[in-house]
């Protein structure tokens, strides 16, 4: 439970945080979004080609796919995307 200014109420638990809010652009159209966590998937691969994060452009409905790198997979797993592990068949 929280007060009116986010301060926890129950002693020794923390305060929730706002929903995790991630900054993404379209390139088909342009679009500068803010994104929810549900709205992203990451795919991890054994390499740089097969690890991407997607989303759907809410402004224009392409689909959108980047490259992630560590700093971006350690964002979007600690935000709470949800992550998808690709494996070899080899």
Do not use: N, W
């Amino acid at each position: 439970m929280r007060d009116r200014a986010g301060r926890s109420l129950l002693p020794g638990v923390p305060a929730q945080r706002g929903a995790v809010v991630f900054k993404a652009a379209c390139p088909e159209c342009r679009a500068r979004l803010e994104l929810a966590a549900g709205s992203l998937r990451l795919a991890i691969g054994a390499s740089r080609r097969t690890t991407f994060y997607s989303f759907t452009c809410p402004e224009c409905g392409s689909a959108v796919r980047k490259p992630a790198g560590e700093r971006i997979i350690e964002l979007l797993t600690g935000g709470g995307v949800r992550t998808l592990r690709l494996h070899s068949t080899v």
